[in-house]
C-alpha cells in the first residue's frame, strides 16, 4: 500500500508526527460513528508511539464532516498504525457511515512542502533534499517579491512592512511555489518510487 524508502535515517524520522483525517459522515449516522470513534481510538491507543488522538465535530448537521487529529511520535509508529490489521477491520465498519472515503494529511514540519498528492503518507525526503528544494524557493520568491513589493510598502512602518512581505512570501512557497518544486523535483526527491531507467 505505501512505498518503502531505500534507507530512512533514524534521527530524520524521529520527530513527532500529526495525521489529520477528515470523515463526511452520512445524515443520520452520527450517533454510529461517535460509537466508532471511540472504539477505533481506544485499538490506536495501544500502538506503540501513540500520543493523543481528538476529534472536531462539526457545528452543524448541514455538513457532517468530522476531523480526527491523531498523534504519534515518529513517522514509521504512525505509518505502522494506519497500515495495521486492527485499523483495516476498524475502516471496513466505517463504510456504511460515511459519504466518500476518508481523507487523510501527514503533517511533521517541512515536510508537509513535500507531498506528492496521490502518495500523501509516503515517507518524507531526507531533509538536506528538503532544505536544498527549500531553500531553491526561498531564493527565487524572496526577490521577485520584494522587487514587487518595495514600491507598495515603501510608505508603512517597517515591521508591517516585514510582516506583510513575509506573510506574502510564506502563502506564495506553501500554496504555489514549493508544490510546484515538490512535483519538479520528484525524482530526485522520492528516488525509489520514480526509478531510473
Known sequence: MFDEPLAINISEENCPVTAVISHVVRPGRE???EAWFHGIAADARKFK?????????????????YVVILKFDCYDNLKTWLESDIRREWIERLQPLI????????????ETWFTLS?????SPPPRYKMALVTWLGVF???P??????????????????QLISTGLGVALLTYVIMPRLTQ??????YP???PLS
Do not use: C
Open 118 to 122: 496521490n502518495k500523501p503518507m509516503m
Open 184 to 189: 519538479l523535483f520528484r525524482k530526485w526527491l
Open 99 to 110: 459519504e466518500k472515503p476518508e481523507d487523510i494529511q501527514t503533517l511533521t514540519g517541512l
Open 140 to 142: 527565487f520568491t524572496l
Open 31 to 33: 450517533q454510529g460513528y
Open 192 to 194: 525509489i518510487s520514480y
Open 144 to 161: 521577485q517579491l520584494n522587487r514587487l513589493l518595495v514600491p507598495l510598502l515603501s510608505g508603512l512602518p517597517v515591521l508591517l512592512n
Open 49 to 65: 508511539g501513540h500520543l493523543g488522538v481528538s476529534t472536531i465535530r462539526p457545528q452543524n448537521h448541514a455538513h457532517s464532516e
